[in-house]
């Protein structure tokens, strides 16, 4: 049995009322709520153990390194990697994302190279590598999409050329809620040596992830898409990659020694994490991890592919409705849209019935295009939602549809 009550008691905002009426919270995929577990990792760390780390000698700058660098040692081991210093913390995905674009492209894309990515991706995983290859007068090139929302694997396949320096994929879509086979589209990429950037900022908090059993070359994700604070994500890369790539801050704490003349760098991880961290940000995600590793991985993937199929089912009986994303591979988000009905005047009506879910294009406006559709009304869902805040989606929907059609 999944102890649905107990977890839901341990999110207050969830008992918050809009417009008089409890909140149904469907916008998972923007940001998750936290629970109390990591609300009180951060006060806690405030009330008794806040201090700037690596730098003192004295208790409190001690307590708080460990506490730090534990918690680097909780997420190698969340995410199967090999060694601490082979994750990097950043502010989340968009900064992990701009860190490896900025910085393997000054050392390996040089004019006349060659980026893939996909035709799905979020603007974080987008814009960082177009303005990278604009710059460097590099190529981007797109893997399309199946009729169902998935990759297509053998467009994929074309697209690799000798001058392909690097592909970079969502493990699963923001929009479509397709799950990526990125094992496989590692796999291939390794063939040709080209080595694969992962966007994990909608699956880290929905699935296992083993980097080392999917051969990833960076792993990028943000906390507070996994019931953790905003503000700090996380980089995993290869040791190899990292060790070879070139500093993408300058200042304190990435020094070994500076001169007035030139500056040696700091050892991994510290070279890629420049100035005074996060540190209540990485206590929060370390506490989410715990928080997550306690109800376990598998069951929330069984709670939550329970909720997407009840969901899919449900939604697909509304008159007019199309779900946009229907791979058989599917994460727990829904994007659909009402028959001629403009997503904002739909989200609206959703809104007044105390339903939270988001419309618009999801920083996904390439995909945008490319489905031809303005946007989305998207409900995402994470495993504090129940079958009956879904039902009430169903009836704000429908209310929208009446009311609109
Ligand atoms: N990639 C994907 C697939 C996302 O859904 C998001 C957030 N919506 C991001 C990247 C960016 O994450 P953040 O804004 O936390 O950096």
Known sequence: MFPIEKIRADFPILQTKVYNKPLAYFDNAATTQKPLQVIRAITGYYEKENCNIHRGVHFLSVKATEAYEDARCVIRDFIHAQHSHEIIFTRGTTEAVNLVADSFGKKFIAEGDEVITSVMEHHSNFVPWQQMCLQRKATLKFIPLLEDGSLDIAA????????????????????????????????????????????????????????????????????????????IGVLYGKERWLEEMPPYQMGGEMIKDVFFTHTTFNELPFKFEAGTPNVEGVLGLRAAIRYLHDIGMDQIEAYERDLLSYATQRLLGIEGLKIYGTSKHKASVISFLLHKIHPYDAGMIIDKMSVAVRTGHHCAMPLMEYLKIPGTIRASFAFYNTKEEIDRLLEAVKKANEMLS
């Open 156 to 231: 994929f396949q074309t697209l690799i050329t000798e001058k392909t320096r690097l592909v970079t994929v969502t493990h699963i879509s923001n929009v479509l809620g397709t799950i990526n086979p990125v094992k496989e589209i590692i796999a291939m990429a390794h063939q040709h040596a080209i080595p694969v950037l992962i966007d994990g900022a909608q699956s880290v908090a929905h699935m296992n992830i083993d980097v080392q059993d999917l051969d990833a070359d960076f792993y990028c994700f943000s906390g507070h898409k996994m019931y953790a604070p905003m503000g």
